[in-house]
């Protein structure tokens, strides 16, 4: 399971200080491995919040280009990025 929270600046800040073209390198690397062993699977994991919801057609066109499923949920805790939150109005 491969962690992935957003594309290119997205990434960059909810993986601070992580760089999103190592990234790009460690995701091309194994998949190279997974063409040395034919029982690697591999899968895309995101942690999906406030912050990378916007991204998420990003994140889905990057796992697709890369040939690696893509699965998530959705952040519960802290309520503050959660997307399952709503504003009450007064």
Known sequence: VISMDGTKEVFEYCRFPLK???FVETVEQY???QQQYSNLSLLLWTSVSTMCLS????MI??????????????VQVPTAIC?????ICS
């Open 55 to 58: 991204d998420l057609p990003n």
């Open 20 to 22: 999103w073209d190592k």
């Open 31 to 33: 998949k190279q491995l």
């Open 83 to 87: 997307i399952n939150k709503t504003n």
């Open 61 to 74: 066109a990057f796992a697709n280009s890369v040939g690696i499923h893509l699965n998530g949920n959705a």
